[in-house]
């Protein structure tokens, strides 16, 4: 499959990254920091499946990412080898 725009997948990356490291951080001080003795147990079963299922979008943001950036730099690299010389 080739990434014929990559700039369009960049600031959903970037958005996949940075909510998933926000989420993330935030699932883990709910799971065991200050508020996880007063939550009911529904929102701790919650919380702790959340754990499992968060680092995901971080790493598929990650790899949306990085195929981006390697799509582009590939354009880059294609763009400046078109010049004739001779």
């Given at each position: 499959m080739t990434m014929n725009h990559p700039d369009a997948f960049l600031p959903l990356a970037n958005s996949l990254v940075i909510g998933g490291g926000v989420v993330t951080v935030a699932t883990v001080w709910l799971a065991y920091g200050a508020p996880a003795t007063q939550l009911p147990l529904p929102a701790q079963v919650a919380t702790h499946m959340l754990l499992m299922?968060?680092?995901g979008v971080f790493k598929i943001g990650c790899v949306i990412r990085l195929a981006a950036l390697h799509a582009?730099?590939?354009?880059?690299?294609?763009a400046g080898s078109s010049i004739a010389i001779g």
């Open positions: 299922v968060v680092p582009k730099r590939e354009q880059q690299a294609g």
